[in-house]
Nanobody, 121 residues
């Protein structure tokens, strides 16, 4: 069993930055693929970025490439999402997820409760 707790969300102006963190419980964190998803009001949840168990491979959707960076620290059981050059359309609840599959598409077995990111124009 893995429990995920996100933090770091908030209100930021367009062009600003935020760093989201996701702290995981459990000894098997380092074996999981970790990912960030987001859900904007009235929209379906969408994949943002993922990182493999070692941190040696990452992936992300096109519209965040060059702006968002996913990383992990297995010694701290934490995965991060550094978000730069934020845009109002990045406003959403951001969720952390953990999965046993090596595929970015999942499935993901564990989910956090989410953290709100609001970008003002």
């Amino acid at each position: 069993q893995v429990q995920l707790v996100e933090s770091g969300g908030g209100l930021v102006q367009a062009g600003g930055s935020l760093r989201l963190s996701c702290a995981a419980s459990g000894r098997t964190f380092s074996t999981y693929t970790m990912a960030w998803f987001r859900q904007a009001p009235g929209k379906e949840r969408e994949f943002v970025a993922a990182i493999n168990w070692s941190g040696g491979r990452t992936g992300g959707i096109d519209f965040v490439k060059g702006r968002f960076t996913i990383s992990r620290d297995n010694a701290k059981n934490t995965v991060y999402l550094q978000m730069n050059s934020l845009k109002p359309e990045d406003t959403a609840v951001y969720y952390c997820a953990a999965g046993s599959s090596s595929l970015w598409s999942g499935p993901y077995d564990y989910w956090g409760q989410g953290t709100q990111v609001t970008v003002s124009s």
